[in-house]
């Protein structure tokens, strides 16, 4: 079996040498065993696992999130039923993180349209309603 060092491993997965001591730190990635000299030895399934790790938190997924995918996908005797859940909760994690998005966006066009740029900070509507008004 072919080991590969810790910089090897980064540049395979396209990550920085730290993310992957995060990642082991973490235990999203097992530990590796170490030369006599000291230096990492990680198999070659780990490029693949980093690579996972990184495409879930691009869909989204916390940390957490992902260590519960893993374990999903190293258990034969779950469904796949599970990973589609956790996907479906995501999606609505996320349309209502848009949803929370566009409201912020929308105070903030009104608050802007609200104020001309001109006159002083003391007369600022943005100022004010942050100051004074209720955010939704």
Partial sequence: MQTL????VARRA???V???RFYEREGLITAPSRSVSGYRQYPEQTVARIRFVRRAKALGFSLREVRELLSLRVDPERSSAEVKARAQAKIADIEQRIRTLRRMKKTLVELTDACDGCGAMRDCPILDALETHEMD
């Fill in 5 to 8: 060092t810790i910089g090897k």
């Fill in 14 to 16: 396209g990550v920085g």
């Fill in 18 to 20: 730290e993310t992957v």
